[in-house]
């Protein structure tokens, strides 16, 4: 089947948002914390994080127009800080509900039943049912002039994870905790990993490596 570019503009909005938001497979269902100005607190799933860079530490998300309010969006402009956190099994309906426009005076943790959690030196919640999450700081804001998106750039300040999940080479086994990923704009799905694999040169074949990382393990 071939769709061609007008036919995609054709489309009918809510059919087009679908397939377009299929096209780039898996991606990662986070929540972003954050809290206002007047101490409310705020929750929304996204699926547009990703790497930037490890020197700094540097965290990327991609938030909506601002053609209707952005809670997430004025929250992190006014305080400067927010945190990411791994969505899992445990509680995945409960982030997909985040997702519906409550008042700016009502906290999407008490909607849905999430619990707040918070660390010295950090004002935005965590969530606490998350296994992996992580606080940052703003760094900078970038306007896409394209569609009107904002991309948010942060400074991870603050990790938090059970111990017993970061392997001896650094590495995360995200897939212990449960870490749920989201396809379309509906769709979650769990992980079931293939390998790791050792770092690709030319002419060299490639192996196995360990969840530690060692060269040759299955």
């Known amino acids: 089947m071939h769709i061609n570019q007008q036919q995609i503009t054709d489309y009918e909005s809510q059919y087009r948002a679908r397939l377009i938001n299929s096209l780039s497979g898996f991606k990662s269902a986070n929540l972003v914390g954050t809290i206002n100005d007047k101490g409310v ?6 699926s547009s994080v990703f ?5 700094p530490a540097l965290v990327g998300l991609i938030i909506r127009p601002h053609s209707v309010p952005r809670h997430t969006f004025e ?3 006014q305080t400067k800080r927010y945190t990411i ?3 899992s099994a445990g509680f995945w309906q409960q982030a997909h509900q985040t997702s519906a426009r409550y ?4 906290s999407e943790f008490t909607a849905v039943g999430l619990e707040e959690e918070y660390i010295d030196g950090c004002i935005a ?15 900078e804001v970038i306007h896409l002039a394209i569609n009107g998106t904002e991309l948010v750039i942060g400074e991870i300040t603050d990790i938090m994870v059970d111990h017993q999940a970061i392997r ?7 897939e212990s905790l449960e870490t749920v990923s989201v396809s379309g704009l509906d769709s979650y799905h769990r992980s079931q990993r293939l390998a790791r694999l050792t770092y ?14 060692e060269e040759g393990d299955k």
């Open 200 to 213: 690709a040169k030319p002419e060299k074949p490639l192996t196995n490596l360990s969840l530690d990382g």
């Open 51 to 55: 790497h930037i860079g490890a020197s």
């Open 75 to 77: 929250n992190i402009q």
């Open 41 to 46: 607190t705020n929750l929304s799933i996204i």
């Open 168 to 174: 001896k080479d650094g590495y995360i086994d995200i």
């Open 103 to 106: 008042a700016h005076d009502k």
């Open 85 to 87: 956190n791994h969505v």
């Open 125 to 139: 919640p965590f969530v606490r049912q998350s296994k992996l999450k992580y606080a940052l700081e703003l760094r």
